[in-house]
Nanobody, 116 residues
Framework: QVRLVESGGDLVQPGGSLRLSCAAS????????MGWYRQAPGKQREWVAT???????EYADSVKGRFTVSRDSVKNWVYLQMDSLKPEDTAVYYC??????????WGQGTQVTVSS
């Protein structure tokens, strides 16, 4: 059974940093596309970043230059380093497998709150 577990969310001041982690089990993610998404209160879930099957990275314009997605193939984890955080980054963050046939697998989410 495929399982994704996010962690690392916290309350942080504007301008601060956090690193989110996504631990995968039941599937080897080394060659899979892995994405990060977020959902703010009252808003639809939106795509944030992807590390592709060949380890290219892609980012939403709203986070480009501030967030960095990476993977640890030994640990089978994916990370989202978030720097220069803004209040509008406040959301529940989710990781997701982007590659079929596992593309419907989501984690439970981790809360990030950016506030002074």
């Amino acid at each position: 059974q495929v399982r994704l577990v996010e962690s690392g969310g916290d309350l942080v001041q504007p301008g601060g940093s956090l690193r989110l982690s996504c631990a995968a089990s039941g599937v080897i993610i080394r060659t899979l596309g892995m994405g990060w998404y977020r959902q703010a209160p009252g808003k639809q879930r939106e795509w944030v970043a992807t590390v592709t099957t060949v380890d290219n990275t892609e980012y939403a314009d709203s986070v480009k230059g501030r967030f960095t997605v990476s993977r640890d193939s030994v640990k089978n984890w994916v990370y989202l380093q978030m720097d220069s955080l803004k209040p509008e980054d406040t959301a529940v963050y989710y990781c997701k497998i982007e590659t079929a046939p596992w593309a419907d697998n989501w984690g439970q989410g981790t809360q990030v709150t950016v506030s002074s």
